[in-house]
């Protein structure tokens, strides 16, 4: 499974901008997929996750202002975020879910998103 994010970006407190994962391999539209980032000097942490029957899950920082869906079709997973804020800069990061191994496996390169205030 390869995973390839793209959208991340510099912007504004208080925009917008959606992030893409475009997956190939042939487990994405029956496995759980995840966003994930990670701010300098900080672990990495669970953004929002969207299960097979597209079930979400966010973190608190990020509810009402983020949502996470996925275009099985296109093999693509989505981060719309909105409202953005500074502390919401970090490396974002695209994850897949590994039925086998138990954890979210398989993980993109990550794409920057900058908020300034």
């Known amino acids: 499974v390869q995973l390839v994010e793209s959208g991340g970006d510099l912007v504004q407190a208080g925009g917008s901008l959606r992030l893409s994962c475009a997956a190939s391999g042939s487990i994405f539209s029956s496995t759980a997929m995840g966003w994930f980032r990670q701010a300098p000097g900080k672990e990495r942490e669970l953004v929002a996750t969207?299960?097979?029957?597209?079930?979400?899950r966010f973190a608190d920082s990020v509810k009402g202002r983020f949502t996470i869906s996925r275009d099985n079709a296109k093999n693509t997973l989505y981060l719309q975020m909105n409202s953005l804020k500074p502390e919401d800069t970090a490396m974002y990061y695209c994850?897949?879910?590994?039925?086998?191994?138990?954890?979210?496996?398989?993980w993109g390169q990550g794409t920057q998103v900058t908020v300034s205030s």
């Open positions: 994850a897949a879910y590994s039925e086998d191994v138990g954890e979210f496996h398989y």
């Open positions: 969207v299960t097979s029957s597209d079930s979400t």
